[in-house]
């Protein structure tokens, strides 16, 4: 089945019922070239047969890419033993006076 934009944009709700119904696509044009296709979902068993063999699994993927430890943050335990000790800023030397002046 063929339909102009403008129709399809008057009866969209409805076509896509009869698409699920009949199961049957429905081209939709624009000044006579088709721009869109309304097809029905294909079963899940079709998805799933056409993407057999599209994926490969290199290396583990299985175990953590992180040690316990770098979830301590998360879990709380940092709290256990102690906050990490924070980073040592360097004093500045606050000359008296406006900037600039030495």
């Not at 934009?5 to 044009?29: N, Y």
């Not at 294909?42 to 040690?67: K, Y």
């Amino acid at each position: 089945m063929t339909i102009t934009a403008s129709e399809f944009k008057a009866k969209c709700l409805r076509l896509m019922d009869q698409v699920k119904k009949t199961g049957e696509s429905i081209s939709i044009t624009k000044r006579g070239v088709e721009v869109a296709r309304l097809n029905p979902p294909e079963s899940r068993e079709s998805l799933l047969r056409s993407l057999r063999g599209s994926v490969q699994i290199h290396g583990d993927i299985v175990s953590s890419l992180f040690r316990d430890e770098d979830f301590d943050a998360v879990t709380g335990r940092e709290l256990e033993h102690g906050s990490p000790p924070k980073p040592k800023t360097r004093s500045r030397n606050r000359s008296k006076g406006r900037r600039g002046s030495h």
